[in-house]
């Protein structure tokens, strides 16, 4: 007698619509990252025409730092299935790959001129920004910003 | 012979009869044998009981026994009827009562003082606090990391090695 016959018609039926209503709470669980590189500069414009100013609300968590302006050089939004890893492009030195941990906790791989350089692991919600951030030439920085979107 | 011919005997013996019932079972006895020895059992077995009967006696007169009783009645009927107001029935409520939710409130308080944890004071040395698990598979690279709680956001702040040493980089020299 197989083990299904066993079990109780009721207990089948209710194992069933459990696996049913589970499925798209699952891919609902299935968050998404906006990633964006930031050129911080204390000059009044990006040296590059299509750079953007960075949003006003963004721009504000940054006031902690020393520069006046920043710039949007690239943005980008990726979902991240559990621990399935994104490699994303974000300039020609620049490259990351982002890899969900689950409880909103995720790990971010940087390449900067191909050379691996730093593996962070950080929680990342709505609300709490993750920056990564770096100098560069004429006293400006360049700066990751990963933070969940809806 | 039926139950209610065995039952008339029984009340015979105990002088339960009518003086007519009781001249009737006398004749019906005289005739019948069988009943006379059932009488003689019943007889048996009623002297048996009288005599082996264990008496017992109190110790103490039956009229001040019941002088006992009637004194205790006598009391409680006496006692104020409770108004629900005197001190011994507020202290029974309140262990009634108070004690189980009491018992109840501490446990509350204990599962919400563990499940909530007291908003961080805001403070410059939490700002530059160290954050955010860090690993560095460079060795050429440096980084310093701390957390705002202000602007709710984890800094990673990436440095060439060789850069400080030359210029010195400080967590200083990044913020403002």
Known sequence: MSSMMLMPRWLVLCLCFGFVAAAPLAQAAEPKLEVQLVWGTNDPGSPNADHKPLDSVTAKKLRIFKWKNYFTVNREIVSLPHRVPRKLRLSDQCEIELKNLGNQRYEVDIWGEGKHVKKIKEKVTKEDLLTIAGDDKNDCAWFILVKEVE | ?176
């Open chain 2, 1 to 176: 012979m039926n139950l209610n011919q065995q039952l008339k005997l029984q009340a015979f013996l105990d002088n339960e009869l009518s003086s007519r019932e009781a001249k009737e079972v006398a004749q019906w006895m005289e005739q019948d044998a069988e009943a006379r020895q059932l009488f003689t059992e019943l007889s048996h077995t009623r002297a048996a009981l009288h005599q082996n009967e264990l008496e017992v006696k109190l110790p103490e007169s039956r009229e001040f026994f019941w002088s006992k009783i009637e004194r205790d009645i006598r009391l409680q009927s006496q006692q104020p009827v409770s108004t629900g107001f005197s001190p011994d029935a507020i202290l029974a409520w309140l262990y009634r009562h108070l004690v189980p939710a009491s018992a109840v409130a501490l446990v509350a308080i204990f599962a919400i003082f563990l499940a909530t944890k007291p908003a961080p004071v805001k403070t410059v040395a939490m700002e530059t606090m160290s954050y955010g698990e860090v690993e560095t598979l460079n060795e050429e690279m440096g980084s310093i990391s701390f957390r705002s709680e202000s602007e709710r956001m984890t800094v990673i702040y990436l440095y060439n090695r060789a850069d400080d040493s030359e210029a010195g980089v400080s967590n200083d020299g990044l913020i403002q």
